[in-house]
């Protein structure tokens, strides 16, 4: 998804720099968007659990971003979660800690400059906890609420803050995984309708649209009747 973003971006003439745990295995992909978009591209080390480091990171970069897009995330395995806790709290950590410290200091040099948007990618899994993926969910709850709190503090501020909630989405994370195509999104679709949020100034927004529809039935659903779903 990230990949698809940053080509989003670079049509629009944006530069790019990526940032990941192995910048090495992106040069292919840096050029690819160099040749195509004709935009300077960066490659950066980077971990989001290093949270110590984030500081030093944002300052080492050639120049503040105007548009900081987290895509960081890991699905895990709900089942091991439930009695491995290292599993799960790589889990917790990888989609809540992670994401949240990261976007944290990239909003106070955002707030610092007076501009910026920081785009987060959560996703409708923390819109309610449900018994096939709550330890993913319940970290992406978090981050949703992170989003939501961070916009509020930086409203007046000249920064803005747009969450994002995917649905399913074919990528390596749900490789293999029999998806039903009607809620199943590419990257690309998710990157235009990110660009589109960006352009609008958008708060919250779902991809595929239909899944704020889906979010809002499951939601309202009495905790009583619920609980006894499999959904
Ligand atoms: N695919 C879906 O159906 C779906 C649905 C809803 C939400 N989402 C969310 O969308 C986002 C993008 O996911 P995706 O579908 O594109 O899957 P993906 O290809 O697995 O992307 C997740 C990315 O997070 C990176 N990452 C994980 N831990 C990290 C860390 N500590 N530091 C730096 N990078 C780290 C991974 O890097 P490595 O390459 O180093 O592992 C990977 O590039 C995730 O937040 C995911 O939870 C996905």
Redesign the pocket.
Known sequence: ??LAIAHRFAKEGFDVQL????PDELERAKADLEVRYAVAVTLHA????DFHAHESFMASLPKLPYVAVC?????GDQRANETDLEAAVGVMR??YE??ATILGVIANFFEARGSGTIIG?????GDRGRATNYV?GSA?AGFTAFLSGLRNRLAKTGVHVMTV??????????EGMNLPPALTAT?EAVAERIFGGYQKGANVIYTKPVWRLVMAVIVSIPEGVFKKLKI
Not at 46 to 49: C, E, I, T
Not at 165 to 174: E, I, Q, S
């Open positions: 998804m990230g940032a990941a745990r192995r980077f971990d989001a659990l895509v960081v995330g890991l699905l990888a989609n992670g994401p990618v959560s996703s409708v899994a993913y992406k909630k995917p649905g399913f989405v074919a990528t390596r994370m749900t990257p």
